[in-house]
């Protein structure tokens, strides 16, 4: 006969289970961010005026199976024109791979999920292409990345989905960026995205608390006009402001530890 109660063996096999399940996803994202955050870094400097999306995307692929992930973008339910989001002057995020050449003075966004050990990592980045570039876009970018930073620093256990939205939105607007809100951040894991959700904007105290092994991508988007923005009907894929601006973004994966955090995605 039951008691409705389990036995204290059950329940400390049930404990055990449960940390090794969580020590495993740790090391396996661990693994898997520092191969992203390596490839990124490659990426950065591998980008050139003249490369095309296409030829880009195909280095990407070739890295991502080379260094012994998965191609994350392979894996979703619609398909995906690629390995990696590249996403150009006044597109802001999901660009597909085009032939269109880079040229000197481009804003490119890149967005690359991959899949390692049975998890997903996510990171993104903003740069210019060669060695000139728009002075307010180079703000811009810089403004985008720190506000990235902003709302990492507010990662602990305890702290709510809100602390981060409002500190990436302070640094946004005291910047003089559109903030955009119908894209937004994510938990992630075994799935590429998951609860919660991760707003780039929010009131401290608000929200979700996190708590100690969860994992997020912080992710600002921004904008030099106005923050409206359409999907591109061509592709079905491409998002472009609405008003031709330029659009950035930012992404980390990052770890809630026992005292605040772990940014998973960077290089060595």
């Given at each position: 006969?039951?008691?409705?109660?389990?036995?204290?063996?059950?329940?400390?096999?049930?404990?055990?289970?449960?940390?090794?399940?969580?020590?495993?996803?740790?090391?396996?994202?661990?693994?898997?961010?520092?191969?992203?955050?390596?490839?990124?870094?490659?990426?950065?400097?591998?980008?050139?005026?003249?490369?095309?999306?296409?030829?880009?995307?195909?280095?990407?692929?070739?890295?991502?199976?080379?260094?012994?992930?998965?191609?994350?973008?392979?894996?979703?339910?619609?398909?995906?024109?690629?390995?990696?989001?590249?996403?150009?002057n006044d597109e802001l995020v999901h660009g597909a791979p085009t032939d269109e050449p880079l040229e000197e003075g481009d804003k490119v966004s890149f967005d690359l999920d991959i899949y390692y050990k049975g998890y997903f990592t996510d990171s993104a980045f903003t740069m210019l292409v060669g060695e000139k570039g728009s002075p307010a876009v180079k703000k811009m970018i810089s403004v985008t990345e720190s506000?990235?930073?902003?709302?990492?620093?507010?990662?602990?256990?305890?702290a709510t989905i809100g602390d981060i939205g409002s500190a990436v939105e302070k640094v946004?607007?005291?910047?003089?960026?559109?903030?955009?809100?119908?894209?937004?951040?994510?938990?992630i894991g075994r799935k590429m995205h998951s609860a919660p959700e991760v707003p780039n904007y929010g009131k401290k105290g608000h929200g979700?608390?996190?708590?100690?092994?969860?994992?997020?991508?912080?992710?600002?988007?921004?904008?030099?006009?106005?923050?409206?923005?359409?999907?591109?009907?061509?592709?079905?894929?491409?998002?472009?402001?609405?008003?031709?601006?330029?659009?950035c973004h930012f992404e980390h994966t990052v770890l809630v530890t026992n005292d605040g955090y772990e940014v998973l995605t960077l290089p060595d």
């Open positions: 006969m039951s008691t409705g109660k389990k036995s204290k063996k059950a329940m400390e096999n049930k404990n055990t289970v449960d940390e090794k399940t969580l020590k495993y996803k740790i090391e396996a994202m661990r693994e898997g961010g520092k191969i992203l955050g390596n490839l990124l870094r490659d990426l950065k400097n591998y980008v050139k005026p003249g490369m095309t999306g296409k030829e880009i995307d195909a280095w990407v692929r070739s890295e991502i199976v080379r260094r012994g992930a998965k191609v994350a973008y392979d894996m979703l339910d619609e398909e995906f024109p690629g390995a990696i989001c590249i996403s150009i506000a990235l930073w902003e709302g990492i620093e507010q990662v602990k256990p305890g946004l607007r005291k910047g003089h960026l559109g903030v955009i809100e119908n894209y937004i951040g994510h938990g979700y608390k996190l708590v100690e092994g969860d994992t997020i991508c912080i992710e600002p988007m921004s904008s030099l006009g106005k923050p409206a923005n359409y999907v591109d009907k061509s592709d079905n894929w491409t998002v472009k402001m609405k008003d031709g601006s330029i659009g």
